[in-house]
């Protein structure tokens, strides 16, 4: 009868196993044909047939909307789309792969954040001459752009910014939206007087959404990036993250919330302004037993430091990009019709209350008498910018060591100082990389 | 001598142990104790309960709730207003339907071809000798030495180079690679408690290799095999990753499907994602019902040898 022990021999051997195994796996792997050498994944790029890859594809929400956009350009171009999904949290690193592998083709619909790690896999057909025709805003227009090339034509442009309970500010005391850090101050200890376990600013402090921190370091005058240098851990980011601990040791922000706890905070009257995307208004009102929430929900210019600065918020949306190769040519035409056609972008704007990208599609009367989203147009996405990580591969991991290093701030474990210094460091290690 | 007077026990009196104050007290100690001893017990039992089946609860009673009620602040324990439009609008969704039967062929493959080969190869490693036998021993084991994310991108390349990306082979053949390494140690285990008199008095009798293993060793190693082929099966049901890389909507399987369905950019459906993720569980649970006594009694066949 055998023993199955293991000896140390035997342990070493195994280890040894293992890595020749992974050695091999690795050069099979590198064997295999791949399309991530060649800038088109292939096939005919004249065909009328494509695929449409998009997270929204799978979501109750948004599939019946989208599907109802191929199905009427299948039947007006006799043509056939293929619809391609992944998980929206997995869908970066899903696309990443397939698209280096070369499987994926036509049309790809990309979050903002995610264009510049996908353009520079060199996949991406540029757009420039497209994107003349679409009558698209200046702020979509370089919501599409990297490294000064139209990648991706904009379907849906927004922001993330502050939402403010018209109905607690009142209840309050407070008139109008408060413009500066000082006032915004003051409004927050007003609504924490009001008791019953009101959480002022429902401002994310956990790790996972404390990104909502980079538009308040703006704010103070980081500018988190300044060329090449990493400007995180200057004074102003200092400032910001000083002030933020500062709400969170007065109660004047709570612990532990992220996008979902804010909006339940909200949602249930337990707190007067949140971050979120436009499209916030939707999803908070619904889950909401307060049917009238929805009226009071109202888009508020993130408060300056000194009165004249400008207002900061992070720019928010999705674009349509092409890939090179089959059916390229019908899935540009098909992303045109999509993010720039007046009734296709107004009825997906009715169903979705996601704002059209277009000139003509934002005076659309159906958008334009909405007025929580000319409101939010006007007030913050307006002044809106792109997060000058999101052309680093990397900026998933940028966040997430910001975001780190603040949240020690708000626990007590380190100082503002030293957490912004060794905040900078590790994003700037990380770009090296 | 002294004569005594005693009265004279009666039966129940004479059966009854010799009481005094002393051993009075002791027994009442010693009740006390056992009684603390049970206090503590079920305490335990409760709070290793309570922890192990709240979740559980937990899916139950959010399945149940209206989106209203899930995000209620401070969280409630038992939900006060009851909906079952979860499940209802679970039975109107061909696609999680879809999700499911392709969970159930991919798992149940990945089940048999597990345990068919792990099977061979466990007598193999048991009960033959032949230079390299220990190494490929340790090969199969070192394959489940590095996280299963560093194997995704080659396996990927691969399918992808033999055309095989988006089918049910793929899946199997991935989850398979996982699931096989502990399926041949577990089933090595058995076969090495298989006494090999046993094997050589069904040689005398004049059975075959092949015949002995089939006839004699296989049935012995049944409950085993059981539990080897639930283990590939539930692996298989609830793997995510691979079955996200590898297949395509048409043939994904229910973990990235309801994750895709049901936790959007913008929000997740927790009630609805609950509901379903309690009924598409029913299949593991009677599995488990039914066979559970072979899962016990086959992790632990190999665990002492005659």
Redesign the interface.
Known sequence: ????G?SRR?AL???G??AL??AG??A???C???GASTSSNGGDTKSKDFDFTS??L?????KPSIEKIIKAWEKAEGSRIR????????YLS?LT?KLG???TTGAVHL?IAWLAAIAQMGKLAELDSTAMKGGYTNVALESGMYDGKQYGLPWNTGSIGVIANSKLLEKAGIKKHPTTIEEFEGALRELKGLGNGIVPYAAATKVAQLKDIFPWMQTFGCTLMDGDEVTIGDDASIDAVTWYKKLHDEKLIASDVDR??A???F??G?AAFYDD?I??KG?TS????DKTLADAMQPMKRPVLRSGDTPQALLWGGVIAIVKGKGQDAATEFALHTTSDRATTTEYFASRALPPSTTVGLSDPKVAQDTFTTEWTEKITDTATGSPFWQFAQNAQIEEAVAKQVQAVLVGKSKPKDAMKKAGEEVAALIRR | MTSTTSTPLSGTERLRPHTTSAGRTSRRRIRKDLLRSRIAAWTAVLVIGAFGMLPIYWLLATALSSPEQTFQFPPKLIPTEITFSNFTALAENDQLIKYLVNSLIVASITAVLSVVVATYMGYSFSKFRYRGRRSLMHLVLASQMFPQAVLLVTLYAVFSSFGLLNTYTALVLSFTTFTMPLCVWMLKGIFDTIPDALLEAASIDGASRWRTLHSIVAPLAAPGMIAAGLFAFVRGWNDFIFAVTLADKEKQTLPPGLVSTYIGEFQTAWPELMAASLVVSIPVVIAFMFLQRYLVGGMTAGSVKS
């Open positions: 009868m055998t023993t199955s293991i035997g051997r195994m280890f196993i293992g195994s992974v796996a690795g099979l792997g590198a295999a044909p791949s997270w929204s799978n979501e109750e929400a948004a619809a391609v999904s992944y998980p929206y949290n997995e899903q792969l592998g070369g499987e979050d979902f706890d909006r339940a905070l949602g249930q337990k995307a499209i916030g999803v619904a889950q909401s037993k």
